[in-house]
């Protein structure tokens, strides 16, 4: 019954900005990390940016300087703050949040969730 809902995708031109968010609802009792992951045309999918409970962070190198990643513990949402886009920054855009969740009133488990996606256009 946990959900990820994704927002903030869209096209923009090469140097612009977007941010996007990755709401979670349902019972959930802590999340240990959120992430955000891309896959573009003909590539793999790959992990752009996490952070976990403690708030470390972590970033591949394509987008170290350009991308920030962060949360709003209360709102149980990470943000992706892109900046300086570039046109091989085009993918879709998705987020995975690995969550301790109630099953019960009395049991809880550590589940992993993705979200539906969201496309990021970077072009002229």
Same mark, same amino acid.
């Given at each position: ?41 003909? %590539? ?30 209360? %709102? ?9 886009? %570039? ?38």
């Amino acid at each position: 019954q946990v959900q990820l809902v994704e927002s903030g995708g869209g096209l923009v031109q090469p140097g612009g900005s977007l941010r996007l968010s990755c709401a979670a609802s349902g019972s959930i009792f802590s999340f240990n990390a959120m992430g955000w992951y891309r896959q573009a045309p003909g %590539k793999q999918r790959e992990l752009v940016a996490s952070i976990t409970s403690s708030g470390s962070t972590n970033y591949a190198d394509s987008v170290k300087g350009r991308f920030t990643i962060s949360r709003d513990n209360a %709102k149980n949402t990470v943000y992706l703050q892109m900046n300086s886009l %570039k046109p091989e920054d085009t993918a879709v855009y998705s987020c995975n949040a690995d969550l301790s969740v109630w099953l019960d009133s009395l049991r809880r488990t550590r589940m992993g969730y993705w979200g539906q996606g969201t496309q990021v256009t970077v072009s002229l």
